[in-house]
């Protein structure tokens, strides 16, 4: 196996690392799709950009980590008993909760702020969007805890286990190394743990010859780790937790059911008539409040399940603008796949997710939040409607 | 078109305003979030007027992304004017802080520096991040008050200063090449990788003096990858670090992110040992890295575990008042920060020029953070930094730094 | 010299007259706090007026003027930390000079970002505008050159009131006279609707970008006097809820009227500082208890519906209208202190306290929120100040006050 590095004009593209970096993006891009759900639909329906949508999923993640504390993971309840077990029931019972709060949470803002403002011109409702967002931040920094910002205790999370997937694997040689090294160095850690006898490996008692064998510890454990680089440059594969597999497959289950109920329920079926024209959807009979409750509802729920498993499984701390800017990145993801369109939201979330991962393979990890937006603008320009969105033309 | 919306509109206001009336119906003293004044001076209003208090401005980011560090330096501020009010004051005098809101945002910052300038305090305290600082410095400088930054660590803050500006942290100067060292020597290790906080100051400026000087020891650095506080998938960034095959990872920003990267690196397969500066100090720190985070070294100014009767004594009076330990190091620092200014206060009286001199020539101030040097310093105190190892209950000390031992 | 001279001669005498009363109070407060609240006034008054001009007169939909403030600022810093000292001019020459700079750079932005706006319409242009504010701080952020996101300083400080007050005006006169003029037409034309205007032979295109081109330029100007006010900048200066401040401002002060803009814009900038000033008698922080705070809540929900039931359903004459509205906000007032007071006796609610400066933000959301949901056009809606208003609000007659109010 040849170096998989090629090098052009200062970019750095090593395709050893390409299956690892597109399954990362993925990932990423899951997280957004999800979110960007909720925005786009309500755009469908009201056309309105709801900037309080990051703040909803923002709260989603502190109900997620109140649940949390009820189940006995808060600090001070794992301090008095370290050894808690979780399962995946209660996996389940936070992402529910999360959902269901966060779709009352949704009625609650739509029927106290946009409903009275519908008639009223969209910056007016984009103001309030915006006084809204503004109030759950500021309010959620005096109610909520947020100071140290706390985080889900990585013990909830059972599925920490990695799992690795080969395409192409190291030459034998290297592994065979590998082993060996790992072996020696490990060994060489026992005896110089046994040699330290509870004492710190830094403490000035230490003699000459306890100092050569930690030494000699270290330079084994250099050796593992450049081996394990060696490695990594050599092989191509994956390597996923558990975990994070679940969450991915929970986004696409997800997705799945909101197909589900948009295209084949009564309901749906309501929301997509109200998003194609609202005035003759409400002479039809629809009533197009309960959609529009309904509709907020949905939203919120998709935004709160994102939120609990981003701080379940990636163990992101929560705090009061926690939401800010994965709302406004989600919210790029809907207007890059056309906003209104509920396909392309989730094409617009994963296409973010891979162009932002590619742009920190290519070793430019500092301008990644950046591109986001380069692409964007390019993307409108080329297609002011966004991906799969139309651009109609006005009518006089 | 009969409609007095104009009007409407001009009540609320006044609504509004009368929120602020029904908040002085009754004005609370003590309760959890009170200033630390307000309890104490209250019991002895009756015999102290006005003129025989010394006001002291604290400029904190109670709002915005910074409250972590900004309420517990004002926690630690408070802490410090309860003790010194309860031995009976400054000659008598009692200390009322005056806590401003920066928001956390510079520009702010400064327009709070600037009310607390036009008041009658004889020196500021604050604040916690560089950017606010550099802002709040200009106006110090101005109006000829004394600064005691809390935990600005950016070497700029004291250059040019004309010796008003003091800190009671050590500057990335000093820390980023500490844990340099430490990986280098202490660890044997050769090859670094290293990931930035491009949104604070503080990370950035530490990189670059951790890079600097660990290339100048003889060793690598393999890369350096970039994120944004706010974010929270780094996959991406670990990927890339990992082919690189770096023997160590210093991670230099705060502990928000911190927890969840080095999670992140450990579920990548990535084993090496990480580092970091005292933006990881905190109790969360474990709570969000776990299994992960432990076994990690950072640069702090004191270990919880020391038994120098400062620290004792600050942990405990802080358990009596607010409960645990401080939630991160600004809470020891801040506490330092107003003692310094009390203890130039105490050596200079209260003119500001004074006490600015009485600051710079200060000499074995023992503060929480360690001893305080001032004299011919330029306002940089020469500090001990600790490396501290995290372990699952807390922090253990690993090894310690003196000042003079770091750059031979 | 007809009524036309005497009238535009009247008015720059009145102008400069203004800017040397300002800069006379501003200079002569003795409290560089109260100073710093009157150049950040003035400067938020510039920026919502030039973001009034895109947004509310031309109907363009940008939300993220804080880049173009930015790229003034930068524009400014970055040129006197490299050219003022070998070429040390008068201190306020060289902020005229820098103005000019920093309005030159902010409108190439302008019109780099005004070019989209012929293809995008509504939300996508904003989220454009918005994505462009981002790019430019991230750019920032990794200059070490302008210190990435620790900043960097230079100097001379030039401390300018008049300055603030003379871009203010000149904002507010260019938009005022486009309005007033020929000039002025195509923008009104374009935000009323484009495929109409195009008709009628208006350059729909030219018009935009102008638009853009002047609004940013201004913008740039305001940022040049910030930084060199400041000495130092840094991108944290710009984040995105400068933009969403000023875009505030705008709609609260009715998208459209430059008077509702400048004014809004220093109603709002004191709505975050003036909490800082309440004290009580011995100048401590006010408290506010767990109880007030909860009650007050309540009752400017409660305010907020019934306010809106009136506006809705009530059709009699406005006096009492009035009459109605005073009742239901006296009140919830009264019902709000009543119940707190109750409630503060209780050890739950009334012991727990929060600093009344700490509600600064929340406060204003809550401002916000009350303000779109009892008048959405905004304070001012479209009306402009003029001195008919004036003459008309000395008059006896009520009835006809409440029309023009209206």
Same mark, same amino acid.
């Given at each position: 196996?040849?170096?998989?590095?090629?090098?052009?004009?200062?970019?750095?593209?090593?395709?050893?690392?390409?299956?690892?970096?597109?399954?990362?993006?993925?990932?990423?891009?899951?997280?957004?799709?999800?979110?960007?759900?909720?925005?786009?639909?309500?755009?469908?329906?009201?056309?309105?950009?709801?900037?309080?949508?990051?703040?909803?999923?923002?709260?989603?993640?502190?109900?997620?980590?109140?649940?949390?504390?009820?189940?006995?993971?808060?600090?001070?309840?794992?301090?008095?008993?370290?050894?808690?077990?979780?399962?995946?029931?209660?996996?389940?019972?936070?992402?529910?909760?999360?959902?269901?709060?966060?779709?009352?949470?949704?009625?609650?803002?739509?029927?106290?702020?946009?409903?009275?403002?519908?008639?009223?011109?969209?910056?007016?409702?984009?103001?309030?969007?915006?006084?809204?967002?503004?109030?759950?931040?500021?309010?959620?920094?005096?109610?909520?805890?947020?100071?140290?910002?706390?985080?889900?205790?990585?013990?909830?999370?059972?599925?920490?286990?990695?799992?690795?997937?080969?395409?192409?694997?190291?030459?034998?040689?290297?592994?065979?190394?590998?082993?060996?090294?790992?072996?020696?160095?490990?060994?060489?850690?026992?005896?110089?743990?046994?040699?330290?006898?509870?004492?710190?490996?830094?403490?000035?008692?230490?003699?000459?010859?306890?100092?050569?064998?930690?030494?000699?510890?270290?330079?084994?454990?250099?050796?593992?780790?450049?081996?394990?680089?060696?490695?990594?440059?050599?092989?191509?594969?994956?390597?996923?937790?558990?975990?994070?597999?679940?969450?991915?497959?929970?986004?696409?289950?997800?997705?799945?059911?909101?197909?589900?109920?948009?295209?084949?329920?009564?309901?749906?079926?309501?929301?997509?008539?109200?998003?194609?024209?609202?005035?003759?959807?409400?002479?039809?009979?629809?009533?197009?409040?309960?959609?529009?409750?309904?509709?907020?509802?949905?939203?919120?729920?998709?935004?709160?399940?994102?939120?609990?498993?981003?701080?379940?499984?990636?163990?992101?701390?929560?705090?009061?603008?926690?939401?800010?800017?994965?709302?406004?990145?989600?919210?790029?993801?809907?207007?890059?796949?056309?906003i209104g369109n509920i396909p392309g939201a989730v094409l617009g979330g994963f296409l973010m997710g891979l162009a932002e991962t590619l742009v920190v393979w290519a070793g430019y990890s500092n301008y990644k939040d950046a591109v986001a937006?380069?692409?964007?603008?390019?993307?409108?320009?080329?297609?002011?409607?966004?991906?799969?969105?139309?651009?109609?033309?006005?009518?006089? | 078109?009969?409609?007095?919306?104009?009007?409407?509109?001009?009540?609320?206001?006044?609504?509004?305003?009368?929120?602020?009336?029904?908040?002085?119906?009754?004005?609370?003293?003590?309760?959890?979030?009170?200033?630390?004044?307000?309890?104490?001076?209250?019991?002895?209003?009756?015999?102290?007027?006005s003129g025989d208090k010394i006001n002291i401005g604290l400029i904190a980011s109670i709002n915005g992304d910074l409250r972590p560090w900004g309420s517990d330096c004002r926690d630690g501020a408070m802490l410090a004017v309860e003790e010194?009010?309860?031995?009976?004051?400054?000659?008598?005098?009692?200390?009322?802080?005056?806590?401003?809101?920066?928001?956390?945002?510079?520009?702010?910052?400064?327009?709070?520096?600037?009310?607390?300038?036009?008041?009658?305090?004889?020196?500021?305290?604050?604040?916690?991040?560089?950017?606010?600082?550099?802002?709040?410095?200009?106006?110090?400088?101005?109006?000829?008050?004394?600064?005691?930054?809390?935990?600005?660590?950016?070497?700029?803050?004291?250059?040019?200063?004309?010796?008003?500006?003091?800190?009671?942290?050590?500057?990335?100067?000093?820390?980023?090449?500490?844990?340099?060292?430490?990986?280098?020597?202490?660890?044997?290790?050769?090859?670094?990788?290293?990931?930035?906080?491009?949104?604070?100051?503080?990370?950035?400026?530490?990189?670059?003096?951790?890079?600097?000087?660990?290339?100048?020891?003889?060793?690598?650095?393999?890369?350096?990858?970039?994120?944004?506080?706010?974010?929270?998938?780094?996959?991406?960034?670990?990927?890339?670090?990992?082919?690189?095959?770096?023997?160590?990872?210093?991670?230099?920003?705060?502990?928000?992110?911190?927890?969840?990267?080095?999670?992140?690196?450990?579920?990548?397969?990535?084993?090496?040992?990480?580092?970091?500066?005292?933006?990881?100090?905190?109790?969360?720190?474990?709570?969000?890295?776990?299994?992960?985070?432990?076994?990690?070294?950072?640069?702090?100014?004191?270990?919880?575990?020391?038994?120098?009767?400062?620290?004792?004594?600050?942990?405990?009076?802080?358990?009596?008042?607010?409960?645990?330990?401080?939630?991160?190091?600004?809470?020891?620092?801040?506490?330092?920060?107003?003692?310094?200014?009390?203890?130039?206060?105490?050596?200079?009286?209260?003119?500001?020029?004074?006490?600015?001199?009485?600051?710079?020539?200060?000499?074995?101030?023992?503060?929480?953070?360690?001893?305080?040097?001032?004299?011919?310093?330029?306002?940089?105190?020469?500090?001990?930094?600790?490396?501290?190892?995290?372990?699952?209950?807390?922090?253990?000390?690993?090894?310690?730094?003196?000042?003079?031992?770091?750059?031979? | 010299?007809?009524?036309?001279?005497?009238?535009?001669?009247?008015?720059?005498?009145?102008?400069?007259?203004?800017?040397?009363?300002?800069?006379?109070? $501003?200079?002569? %407060?003795?409290?560089?706090?109260? !100073? /710093? +609240?009157?150049?950040?006034?003035?400067?938020? =008054? #510039? @920026?919502?007026?030039?973001?009034?001009?895109?947004?509310?007169?031309?109907?363009?939909?940008?939300?993220?003027?804080?880049?173009?403030?930015?790229?003034?600022?930068?524009?400014?810093?970055?040129?006197?930390?490299?050219?003022?000292?070998?070429?040390?001019?008068?201190?306020?020459?060289?902020?005229?000079?820098?103005?000019?700079?920093?309005?030159?750079?902010?409108?190439? $932005?302008?019109? %780099?970002?005004?070019?989209?706006? !012929? /293809? +995008?319409?509504?939300?996508?242009?904003?989220? =454009? #505008? @918005?994505?462009?504010?981002?790019?430019?701080?991230?750019?920032?952020?990794?200059?070490?050159?302008?210190?990435?996101?620790?900043?960097?300083?230079?100097?001379?400080?030039?401390?300018?009131?008049?300055?603030?007050?003379?871009?203010?005006?000149?904002?507010?006169?260019?938009?005022?006279?486009?309005?007033?003029?020929?000039?002025?037409?195509?923008?009104?034309?374009?935000?009323?609707?484009?495929?109409?205007?195009?008709?009628?032979?208006?350059?729909?295109?030219?018009?935009?970008?102008?638009?853009?081109?002047?609004?940013?330029?201004?913008?740039?100007?305001?940022?040049?006097?910030?930084?060199?006010?400041?000495?130092?900048?840094?991108?944290?200066?710009?984040?995105?809820?400068?933009?969403?401040?000023?875009?505030?401002?705008?709609?609260?002060?009715?998208?459209?009227?430059?008077?509702?803009?400048?004014?809004?814009?220093?109603?709002?900038?004191?709505?975050?500082?003036?909490?800082?000033?309440?004290?009580?008698?011995?100048?401590?922080?006010?408290?506010?208890?767990?109880?007030?705070?909860?009650?007050?809540?309540?009752?400017?929900?409660?305010?907020?519906?019934?306010?809106?039931?009136?506006?809705?359903?009530?059709?009699?004459?406005?006096?009492?209208?009035?009459?109605?509205?005073?009742?239901?906000?006296?009140?919830?007032?009264?019902?709000?202190?009543?119940?707190?007071?109750?409630?503060?006796?209780?050890?739950?609610?009334?012991?727990?306290?929060?600093?009344?400066?700490?509600?600064?933000?929340?406060?204003?959301?809550?401002?916000?929120?009350?303000?779109?949901?009892?008048?959405?056009?905004?304070?001012?809606?479209?009306?402009?100040?003029?001195?008919?208003?004036?003459?008309?609000?000395?008059?006896?007659?009520?009835?006809?006050?409440?029309?023009?109010?209206?």
């Open positions: 196996m040849e170096n998989l590095l090629y090098v052009w004009a200062g970019l750095e593209f090593n395709f050893s690392t390409l299956p690892q970096q597109l399954v990362n993006g993925l990932i990423t891009g899951a997280i957004y799709a999800l979110i960007a759900l909720g925005y786009t639909m309500v755009y469908g329906v009201l056309r309105l950009i709801n900037f309080a949508h990051g703040e909803v999923f923002m709260l989603g993640g502190y109900v997620a980590l109140f649940v949390s504390w009820g189940f006995g993971f808060s600090p001070e309840a794992l301090q008095k008993n370290p050894d808690a077990q979780s399962s995946a029931l209660i996996l389940v019972i936070m992402i529910l909760v999360a959902m269901a709060a966060c779709a009352l949470i949704g009625a609650i803002i739509e029927y106290f702020a946009y409903r009275p403002m519908r008639n009223q011109s969209r910056i007016a409702a984009l103001i309030t969007a915006i006084g809204v967002s503004l109030f759950l931040q500021y309010a959620g920094q005096i109610f909520l805890p947020n100071s140290p910002p706390p985080s889900i205790a990585q013990q909830v999370n059972p599925y920490q286990e990695n799992l690795k997937f080969d395409l192409i694997s190291a030459p034998k040689e290297t592994r065979d190394a590998y082993t060996a090294a790992k072996t020696e160095s490990d060994n060489l850690k026992q005896q110089f743990e046994t040699a330290l006898n509870g004492r710190s490996q830094f403490d000035d008692t230490l003699t000459d010859a306890e100092k050569a064998l930690g030494t000699q510890a270290q330079e084994a454990q250099n050796k593992v780790s450049a081996l394990e680089g060696e490695i990594a440059q050599k092989s191509v594969g994956v390597t996923i937790t558990v975990g994070k597999l679940i969450m991915l497959v929970t986004v696409i289950v997800l997705m799945l059911i909101l197909r589900f109920l948009v295209m084949a329920t009564p309901a749906g079926r309501a929301m997509r008539a109200v998003s194609h024209d609202f005035e003759s959807a409400s002479l039809m009979g629809i009533n197009v409040n309960k959609v529009i409750t309904f509709t907020f509802m949905l939203g919120s729920a998709l935004a709160g399940a994102g939120a609990m498993m981003l701080v379940t499984f990636e163990g992101t701390a929560i705090h009061p603008f926690f939401g800010l800017q994965l709302g406004v990145k989600a919210f790029v993801a809907a207007v890059l796949g056309g937006f380069v692409i964007l603008i390019v993307v409108l320009l080329l297609k002011p409607g966004g991906i799969l969105g139309s651009s109609k033309v006005e009518k006089v | 078109m009969k409609k007095l919306g104009f009007w409407n509109a001009g009540l609320i206001v006044l609504a509004l305003g009368s929120l602020a009336l029904m908040a002085g119906c009754k004005p609370k003293d003590g309760g959890g979030e009170s200033t630390g004044s307000t309890g104490s001076s209250s019991s002895t209003s009756g015999e102290t007027a010194i009010n309860a031995a009976g004051g400054i000659d008598g005098k009692m200390i009322n802080l005056i806590v401003e809101d920066s928001n956390s945002k510079p520009e702010d910052g400064k327009t709070a520096a600037q009310k607390l300038a036009s008041s009658d305090v004889v020196g500021l305290v604050g604040e916690v991040a560089s950017g606010i600082t550099m802002q709040i410095k200009s106006v110090a400088l101005e109006a000829g008050l004394p600064l005691v930054a809390v935990g600005a660590t950016n070497p700029d803050i004291t250059k040019n200063s004309d010796g008003k500006v003091f800190r009671v942290c050590y500057t990335d100067d000093f820390q980023g090449p500490v844990m340099a060292k430490f990986a280098f020597q202490a660890l044997g290790k050769k090859r670094a990788a290293i990931m930035t906080d491009n949104k604070q100051p503080y990370s950035q400026e530490l990189s670059k003096k951790f890079m600097a000087f660990f290339k100048s020891l003889g060793g690598e650095i393999v890369t350096e990858e970039f994120y944004e506080s706010g974010q929270n998938q780094f996959t991406g960034q670990i990927t890339n670090i990992k082919s690189k095959a770096p023997d160590v990872i210093f991670l230099s920003g705060y502990f928000t992110e911190v927890g969840p990267i080095a999670r992140q690196i450990r579920q990548q397969g990535l084993n090496v040992p990480l580092l970091g500066g005292d933006g990881w100090d905190s109790k969360e720190l474990v709570t969000s890295g776990g299994d992960a985070i432990i076994g990690g070294y950072f640069c702090n100014h004191y270990n919880n575990k020391e038994d120098r009767p400062e620290v004792q004594n600050f942990l405990t009076k802080w358990n009596e008042k607010y409960g645990g330990e401080p939630a991160t190091t600004m809470g020891a620092l801040g506490y330092d920060a107003v003692m310094l200014m009390i203890d130039g206060i105490k050596r200079g009286g209260t003119d500001k020029a004074k006490i600015a001199e009485a600051l710079n020539n200060t000499e074995g101030f023992a503060g929480v953070s360690g001893v305080i040097n001032l004299k011919d310093h330029n306002g940089d105190p020469p500090k001990r930094a600790l490396v501290v190892e995290v372990t699952q209950d807390g922090q253990k000390f690993a090894k310690a730094y003196e000042p003079d031992e770091v750059f031979n | 010299m007809g009524k036309f001279w005497t009238v535009r001669i009247a008015s720059v005498v009145a102008a400069l007259a203004g800017c040397f009363i300002f800069q006379t109070v $501003a200079t002569n %407060l003795g409290n560089d706090y109260y !100073l /710093r +609240l009157f150049l950040l006034a003035g400067l938020y =008054v #510039t @920026l919502s007026v030039s973001l009034n001009l895109i947004n509310g007169i031309t109907g363009q939909f940008s939300i993220g003027h804080a880049a173009f403030y930015m790229i003034g600022a930068y524009t400014a810093g970055i040129l006197t930390r490299a050219y003022y000292e070998q070429q040390p001019l008068l201190p306020e020459l060289w902020l005229v000079i820098m103005m000019l700079a920093g309005g030159l750079f902010a409108a190439l $932005a302008g019109l %780099l970002v005004g070019l989209p706006s !012929l /293809r +995008l319409k509504g939300d996508y242009l904003a989220i =454009v #505008t @918005l994505g462009f504010g981002e790019i430019i701080r991230i750019v920032a952020t990794n200059q070490q050159s302008v210190g990435g996101s620790y900043g960097f300083s230079f100097g001379p400080k030039v401390v300018a009131p008049w300055m603030v007050c003379l871009l203010a005006i000149i904002t507010i006169a260019i938009c005022r006279n486009l309005l007033k003029s020929a000039h002025g037409l195509p923008f009104l034309a374009v935000r009323e609707d484009e495929i109409a205007a195009s008709a009628m032979g208006v350059n729909v295109t030219k018009t935009k970008v102008a638009a853009f081109v002047l609004g940013s330029a201004l913008a740039g100007a305001a940022g040049a006097i910030l930084a060199l006010n400041e000495g130092y900048l840094n991108p944290d200066i710009f984040k995105m809820d400068v933009s969403f401040l000023i875009l505030t401002m705008v709609v609260l002060g009715g998208t459209g009227s430059i008077t509702g803009s400048a004014l809004a814009a220093i109603f709002l900038f004191l709505t975050i500082e003036i909490p800082r000033n309440i004290q009580t008698a011995d100048g401590q922080k006010v408290q506010i208890t767990l109880a007030s705070l909860l009650m007050a809540g309540l009752a400017i929900a409660i305010a907020i519906s019934l306010l809106r039931k009136i506006k809705d359903h009530f059709h009699g004459p406005p006096n009492q209208r009035l009459i109605r509205n005073l009742g239901v906000i006296g009140g919830s007032i009264a019902g709000a202190i009543v119940l707190s007071m109750i409630l503060n006796a209780t050890t739950v609610m009334g012991d727990k306290t929060f600093e009344f400066d700490k509600l600064r933000m929340v406060i204003l959301s809550i401002m916000l929120l009350v303000v779109m949901l009892l008048r959405p056009q905004g304070v001012l809606a479209h009306h402009e100040f003029s001195w008919d208003f004036v003459k008309r609000l000395f008059r006896k007659d009520h009835d006809d006050k409440a029309e023009v109010a209206s």
